[in-house]
């Protein structure tokens, strides 16, 4: 069997253990590509190599930021920032038809901006909002689409785990990444609110209006997150003047989270240790899956199928914008049937050396693709965001959760057009900034 045809195997039986078996991603990468190694070279050969791999992977220092940026997020979600941020942004929206699904939006960019996880932000947006959105008789599609839609901002708004792993693995500036990520999430997030105005100008009685706020309360509420918008302020800045390092900047930003937090008197021992532990869950899973990613890419390699595609395709002689469009199609399936960090890193092997043959920027390439993927978060038939949500409000049927996301899918189409048809204003401009 030729290397290229071992390669489309290996992808297959990947795809049917994670679909079919339920085995966690990270496993399974790193069992099928082991067992595609050993059957190239040898199974002495194999084992030294995925030994060499792991090694690599969990001694590399650059990967403590994840770690850090987790433990950020964590601090700030127990101590209850989460319905603080709400609190602000329901106080700012919450008069307007649908404004309680905006402010469930615009606190999702809130935490996510400190999380970057959008698994964590539909967990806690989901305990947080769906409650007060049903005591004021909002739509359950509604309600449940808004929070679905809002919690997948974790991986777009930096620091996200996504872009930390996608500079790792492609060897770029993490800083040019986060400050690259401002501006589509900015658009992205305003484009969710739209949709929601849209939505209720469509259906009236989805969306409610809720009582106008005074000056006096929003500027309290404001007060209430500003040290947490002053946190998020210098992780930005860190990162734009480039006087410490992507880990140096997480470590200090954990630290300074912990500061405010204590000092706040919103973080107890019990609570610091609930954060403590599901940081440690988290890392292991995220870490599990880099593992595995790497194995299986050092496999591809071997099968030379990464090569053999760009070889495919550089002879069909397509256009770069039809060969971009095939991918981002790979990336929204990707998305779809399995987990998007796990596709994310899998598919780097694959795709990543035709991207740069074909002269695109690797930072406005991990931008496009990051949302196209996260787009699957709320797709069927994984949507790992829907069954999120549906398992947090237990009344909230799971058709109704995809049904109601679904009306977010043009706002990613246009976010990602945009980023197609203007790439230096929307990504590279600010991404140049960084020194």
Not at 69 to 80: R, S
Not at 181 to 207: N, S, Y
Request: hydrophobic share 55%; proline share 5%.
């Amino acid at each position: 069997m030729s290397g290229p045809v071992l390669g489309m195997c290996g992808i297959a039986a990947m795809l049917a253990a994670l679909l079919l078996l339920r085995i966690p991603a990270g496993f399974v990468m790193a069992l099928v590509g082991f067992l595609g190694i050993a059957t190239l070279t040898s199974l002495k050969a194999a084992m030294g190599l995925i030994g060499t791999e792991f090694w690599g992977v969990f001694s590399d220092y650059g990967l403590t930021v994840i770690p850090m940026f987790i433990l950020l997020g964590q601090f700030v979600h127990h101590a209850g920032y989460s319905d603080r941020l709400y609190d602000a942004a329901y106080v700012w929206f919450g008069h307007r038809r649908g404004g309680l699904a905006i402010s469930t939006i615009m606190a999702s960019a809130g935490f996510s901006a400190i999380c970057g996880s959008n698994t964590a932000t539909a967990a806690t947006m989901s305990a947080v909002a769906i409650p007060s959105m049903r005591k004021y008789k909002y739509d359950g599609t509604l309600a449940a689409g808004a929070v679905a839609a809002g919690s997948t901002l974790g991986v777009v708004i930096p620091p996200s785990i996504a872009l930390v792993l996608y500079g790792l693995y492609t060897a770029q500036s993490i800083g040019k990444l986060f400050l690259g990520a401002l501006i589509p999430g900015a658009i992205l997030t305003l484009l969710m609110a739209g949709t929601v105005v849209a939505v209720c100008r469509r259906h009236p009685d989805w969306g409610p209006k809720g009582p106008k706020a005074a000056w006096s309360k929003k500027s309290k509420s404001v007060s209430a997150v500003l040290e947490i918008l002053v946190l998020f302020a210098a992780i930005m800045f860190a990162f734009l003047t480039g006087v410490v390092t992507p880990t140096e900047a997480a470590a200090a930003s954990c630290f300074l989270g912990l500061v405010i937090c204590v000092s706040r008197r919103r973080l107890p021992w019990k609570k610091f240790v609930a954060a403590v532990y599901d940081t440690l869950r988290i890392t292991s899973m995220v870490f599990m899956i880099v593992a595995g990613a790497t194995v299986f890419g050092r496999f591809m390699t071997l099968t030379r199928l990464p090569l053999g595609l760009a070889a495919l395709i550089g002879d069909l002689d397509w256009p770069n914008e039809m060969v971009l469009v095939l991918i981002f199609g790979a990336y929204l399936l990707g998305g779809c049937i399995m987990d998007g960090l796990a596709f994310l890193l899998l598919s780097l092997p694959i795709f990543f050396p035709l991207v740069e043959e074909m002269g695109y920027d690797p930072v406005w390439f991990g931008q496009a693709i990051v949302i196209v993927t996260t787009l699957g978060a709320i797709t069927p038939p994984i949507g790992i965001c829907c069954y999120v949500v549906a398992g947090i409000s237990k009344d909230t049927p799971i058709e109704n959760v995809f049904r109601g996301s679904l009306y977010y899918v043009p706002a990613y189409v246009i976010t990602v057009t945009l980023l197609v048809l203007f790439p230096h204003w929307t990504v590279l401009v600010l991404a140049n900034l960084v020194r």
